[in-house]
């Protein structure tokens, strides 16, 4: 291991002025550290600068608002599980959440290095990318905003998201669901636990009083680079009654653009037909959750 300059910031304007300053280096920032050790260890990074923002208490956070959901960047996995809201309301985030990595990944992972780190196996990646998530990036300069949809399709300065060498991430916004929407999240992985997705299959809706879809989010993660949309398969529900047999019409449009992403892959033999299971299942949780009403 190389030797290399450490900060440890009490603030986040501390924290936004070291990577102002260290900019050009550029700086590598370490929160929980479940994948920048890993890296440095393996020298897959060689940084000549770390800043170490687990003290940035100000953002760790999560707080439900009247029409959103606040989540700070350095909220662990453990926090987003045990979060009574986010339990009994976003299954999706909940789902993910809980099955990351080992208890002690989840105890020091955040939410923030999961989406910096834009890994292509990232649980939370698949689910914050299908519950239409904001990022919110800071830095001395200002603050943006953007869809993680727009974040992950951006050239920053590691050519993985639109993060900027001096930027951080600071929270993550997403809609807070009412009795008419329902989201899930299923993870393929071949063991229960401790295991890297396979297919990490997101799905949220919202219906209107009549049952008709007004709204589909359908994503599967480990597919692409990042979470693969089924936007034709969401334009199919949206307009119609969500019934199972509704549903299950966009089985077909799931295996062929599966198939169409993948087709050069040895993987695509499996995953095109796995893809199919993973929706039933969430199909069978999305419409017990808007049948029972949980989100009211």
């Known amino acids: 291991m190389k030797d290399f300059e450490f900060f440890a910031p009490k603030t986040l304007e501390e924290a936004k002025g070291l990577l102002h300053q260290y900019k050009d280096v550029p700086p590598a920032i370490i929160a929980g550290g479940t994948d920048l050790v890993i890296e440095i260890n393996d020298r897959w990074e060689k940084p000549d600068v770390v800043i170490d923002i687990k003290k940035l208490k100000e953002l760790e956070y999560i707080r439900v608002e009247e029409n959103t959901i606040h989540i700070g960047a350095l909220s662990t996995f453990t926090q987003i599980e045990n979060h009574p809201f986010i339990r009994s309301h976003v299954r999706a985030l909940y789902k993910a959440a809980s099955q990351v990595g080992s208890p002690q990944i989840r105890n020091l992972g955040t939410i923030g290095g999961n989406l910096s780190t834009s890994s292509v196996a990232g649980d939370g990646v698949s689910a914050m990318t299908t519950l239409d998530a904001t990022a919110v990036l800071e830095s001395v300069r200002g603050t943006r905003k953007m869809k993680l949809t727009d974040f992950f399709d951006g050239e920053g300065f590691k050519r993985r998201n639109a993060l900027e060498a001096d930027e951080i991430m600071t929270e993550v916004i997403i809609d807070r669901p009412d009795a008419h929407s329902a989201s899930a999240f299923y993870k393929l992985a071949k063991r229960k636990s401790l295991a890297i997705s396979v297919i990490g299959g997101g799905m949220a809706v919202k219906v209107d009083d009549a049952g008709v879809c007004t709204w589909a989010s359908m994503r599967g993660g480990c597919i692409g680079r990042y979470p693969l949309h089924f936007k034709q398969a969401e334009e199919m529900l949206v307009g119609a009654p969500l019934t199972m047999e509704a ?3 966009t089985l077909p449009i799931l295996h ?20 199919q299971g993973v929706f039933k299942k969430l199909f069978v949780d999305i419409l017990d959750q808007l049948e029972g009403g949980c989100n009211e």
Do not use: C, G, H, I
């Not at 062929?256 to 893809?275: F, G, H, I, N």
């Open 247 to 249: 549903l299950e019409a």
């Open 256 to 275: 062929d653009t599966v198939y169409d992403m993948a087709r050069a892959r040895p993987s695509v033999l499996y995953k095109k037909e796995s893809v």
